[in-house]
Nanobody, 126 residues
Framework: VQLQASGGGLVQTGGSLRLTCAASVQDFRSYVVGWFRQAPGKEREFVAAFRNRGGTTYYTDSVKGRFTISRDNAKGTGYLQMNSLKPEDTAIYYC????????????????????WGQGTLVTVSS
């Protein structure tokens, strides 16, 4: 079982990046795909999640309207499109998978996710 996150980099304020999370798991479509981030000196925080059943997406308030989470179940891949980036978005971004049975309120917690990628660094310059 492996998750590989990629797509991070250095971008100016207002720019865009697309993060990719490639998963090598069976029955990828059954999992909740989540993105978290951790800025220097701060705790890991929830960014977005996508529950395949019902196609429901969830976002933390600070990224609503700017970030879009998506997934391609045939490819076993998740994505995070990040637009209008701000310096406060600077962090290491992690993708993770949680069981499809995870209740909605738990999806915002890193504890619900049992498969994690290695992280990709996003730096937004002012």
């Amino acid at each position: 079982v492996q998750l590989q996150a990629s797509g991070g980099g250095l971008v100016q304020t207002g720019g865009s990046l697309r993060l990719t999370c490639a998963a090598s798991v069976q029955d990828f479509r059954s999992y909740v795909v989540g993105w978290f981030r951790q800025a220097p000196g701060k705790e890991r925080e929830f960014v977005a999640a996508f529950r395949n059943r019902g196609g429901t997406t969830y976002y933390t308030d600070s990224v609503k309207g700017r970030f879009t989470i998506s997934r391609d179940n045939a490819k076993g891949t998740g994505y995070l499109q990040m637009n209008s980036l701000k310096p406060e978005d600077t962090a290491i971004y992690y993708c993770a998978l949680a069981p499809g049975s995870t209740i909605t309120s738990s999806m915002y917690s890193a504890r619900a996710y049992n498969i994690w990628g290695q992280g990709t660094l996003v730096t937004v310059s002012s």
